[in-house]
């Protein structure tokens, strides 16, 4: 990407030189902020292999569950899978490798290795069966365990308004893990509801600025529920 102006105007350009058996990073929380176009766009590629590490697997048939449709995941990083039965009998079949790791761990792991970061020490997991072969260190009295941090091949994510620089806005709670995953990226391709010009955003509202995003796209976006709560009058 020359210049300042981070704009494609493909999903086909935007996921350009992603390979098979390259490591993804993926923002989004159950099916809320979810980079959903890019994942078709990965679908559409047919590319395989990949390891990709995300908060979860999205659910049968959509976000990361459509990538389980064609086994085009080797290994998923990730802290909750509760909710997609493919995943499920992927992992039991031994078809699909999974690394269950704790939400914040996973977390931290992403900023971590977008902040050139390669390794930290946390409490969380110790004495369980995600600490086992990982190195020990002890502060202050407690018992920590060294968790490296995750750099992706590329990051995919959502965000909700950014200019043509690739300065970003997410809306609520679709920030979740977005914001991370996308520093995470060798290249950080993220798809957006709104792009505005140069200047229209205040410059407090921006919560992540356009150097850590190498490619920008504007994208249609469903709204789908994960879980549909009805009650009766």
Not at 47 to 52: E, M, S, Y
Not at 70 to 85: F, L, P, R, T, W
Not at 155 to 181: C, E, Q, V, Y
């Amino acid at each position: 990407m020359s210049g300042f102006d981070k704009v494609v105007s493909s999903y086909e350009e935007a996921m350009a030189g992603l390979e098979d058996n390259m490591t993804v990073i993926a923002g989004g929380f159950g099916l809320c902020g979810i980079p959903e176009n890019l994942i078709k766009e990965i679908k559409r590629k047919g590319t395989t292999g990949l390891i990709v590490a995300s908060n979860n697997a999205g659910v049968d048939g959509k976000g990361l569950g459509l990538l389980l449709e064609d086994k085009q995941i080797k290994k998923m990083i990730a802290s909750y899978v509760g909710e997609n039965a493919l995943f499920e009998a992927q992992m039991m079949s031994g078809e699909l490798e999974v690394e269950l790791t704790p939400q914040g761990t996973l977390a931290e792991k992403m900023r971590a290795g977008g902040a050139g970061i390669p390794a930290f020490y946390t409490a969380t997991g110790y004495g369980t069966p995600v600490g086992e072969g990982k190195e020990v260190r002890e502060f202050s009295g407690r018992n920590y365990i060294l968790e490296e941090s995750l750099v992706g091949d590329f990051s995919i994510a959502k965000a909700w308004k950014a200019d043509r620089h690739g300065n970003l806005m997410f809306r609520k709670t679709a920030r979740n893990f977005n914001p991370m995953a996308i520093t995470a990226g060798r290249v950080a391709v993220v798809e957006v509801e709104e792009i505005v010009e140069v200047g229209d955003l205040d410059p407090d509202e921006i919560h992540l600025p356009g150097i850590y995003v190498n490619r920008l796209i504007q994208g249609t976006f469903e709204k789908t529920i994960e879980q549909r709560t009805v009650r009766s009058a």
